[in-house]
T-cell receptor, first 119, second 112 residues
Framework: SAVISQKPSRDICQRGTSLTIQCQVDSQVTMMFWYRQQPGQSLTLIATANQGSEATYESGFVIDKFPISRPNLTFSTLTVSNMSPEDSSIYLCSVGTYPSTSGGRNEQYFGPGTRLTVT | DAKTTQPTSMDCAEGRAANLPCNHS???????VYWYRQIHSQGPQYIIHGLKNNETNEMASLIITEDRKSSTLILPHATLRDTAVYYCIVRVFKTSGSRLTFGEGTQLTVNP
């Protein structure tokens, strides 16, 4: 399994400012993802963080609004830029470890999340 | 990835079996069925997965119909701590990794 920590765990921010969320994993992982969970909603994938290259964004999410870095196999950051109240959500980091053996066991683990409130 | 359909909510009495259904009628032959759950204020947690055979682990059992168009997650003896949103997800296994696409899930409430 993988143990994931996120910083900060929660924050209250003013509109127009930016917040960078950190995700640290206790072991090297193949895949890192960032999800958003708006109040009362399911999880929505923002992007896949690629080590050494630009992140791959899902439809509806752009790099200017959600810049992502992944400098190595254990760490990633997500920045929420020029925030508005609509950005108030829980942001979750997720990692995937994919053993080479078959069986479909794509292990995917989630961090505790960062609860962001924009006022 | 194939879409899934789950009931919005279900109730279960503590100590009884909780049976959570999922329809995935457009599933492809190389797609697996995964179940995750999310307890309030926590990140989702993997429960179990399967391709076409029934599976059992320490948390739950997964029953997949012969035509693979639906499945049922069974929590044999539900406890209050099993109250959570349960997500049924269908996706292809890739050694290079593949992402999870979450639907709305089923809110399971276990009552004392």
């Amino acid at each position: 399994s993988a143990v994931i920590s996120q910083k900060p765990s929660r924050d209250i921010c003013q509109r127009g400012t930016s917040l960078t969320i950190q995700c640290q994993v206790d072991s090297q992982v193949t895949m890192m993802f960032w999800y958003r969970q708006q109040p009362g909603q399911s999880l929505t994938l923002i992007a896949t963080a690629n080590q050494g290259s630009e992140a791959t964004y899902e439809s509806g999410f752009v790099i200017d609004k959600f810049p992502i870095s992944r400098p190595n196999l254990t760490f990633s950051t997500l920045t929420v830029s020029n925030m508005s109240p609509e950005d108030s959500s829980i942001y979750l980091c997720s990692v995937g470890t994919y053993p080479s053996t078959s069986g479909g066991r794509n292990e995917q683990y989630f961090g505790p999340g960062t609860r962001l409130t924009v006022t | 990835d194939a879409k899934t359909t789950q009931p919005t909510s279900m109730d279960c009495a503590e100590g009884r079996a909780a049976n959570l259904p999922c329809n995935h009628s457009t599933i492809s032959g190389n797609e697996y069925v995964y179940w995750y759950r999310q307890i309030h204020s926590q990140g989702p947690q993997y429960i179990i997965h399967g391709l076409k055979n029934n599976e059992t682990n320490e948390m739950a059992s997964l029953i997949i119909t012969e035509d693979r168009k639906s499945s049922t997650l069974i929590l044999p003896h539900a406890t209050l701590r099993d109250t959570a949103v349960y997500y049924c997800i269908v996706r292809v296994f890739k050694t290079s990794g593949s992402r999870l696409t979450f639907g709305e899930g089923t809110q399971l409430t276990v009552n004392p």
